[in-house]
């Protein structure tokens, strides 16, 4: 079992940074994906960054492309989210996921229903 805890996020104005943490722990060999995901208020919950250990690769989402950054520590038990040149649009709950989907990008381009653990998530509003 993996248990995922975020932290990080708040209210920024356009153009401002936040860095989301994630906590992992447990036993962390039974996934190799971890990614992050948003949802605003009436849509539908959307992959934004994806990181494979296998590789390792990363996917990042069209619109945060060249402003987030996706990245572990060392002992691999913490995930962070580099958040940068925020927009309102970036605005919505972030949660943290963790998986072993057959493919870590198509897993996070389609929503992450193929991500077994997740975080409670942490809000980000960009005003």
């Known amino acids: 079992h993996v248990q995922l805890v975020e932290s990080g996020g708040g209210s920024v104005q356009a153009g401002g940074s936040l860095r989301l943490s994630c906590a992992a722990s447990?036993?962390?060999?039974?996934?190799?994906?971890m990614g992050w995901f948003r949802q605003a208020p009436g849509k539908e919950r959307e992959g934004v960054a994806e990181l494979s250990v296998v590789g390792p690769t990363t996917y990042f989402t069209d619109s945060v492309k060249g402003r987030f950054n996706i990245s572990q520590d060392d002992a691999k038990s913490t995930l962070y989210l580099q958040m940068d040149n925020l927009r309102p649009d970036d605005t919505g709950m972030y949660y943290c996921a963790a998986g072993r989907p057959l493919s870590c990008a198509i897993a996070t381009m389609g929503g992450g229903r193929e991500y077994t653990y997740w975080g409670q998530g942490t809000q980000v509003t960009v005003s």
């Open positions: 447990g036993y962390l060999y039974s996934t190799y994906c």
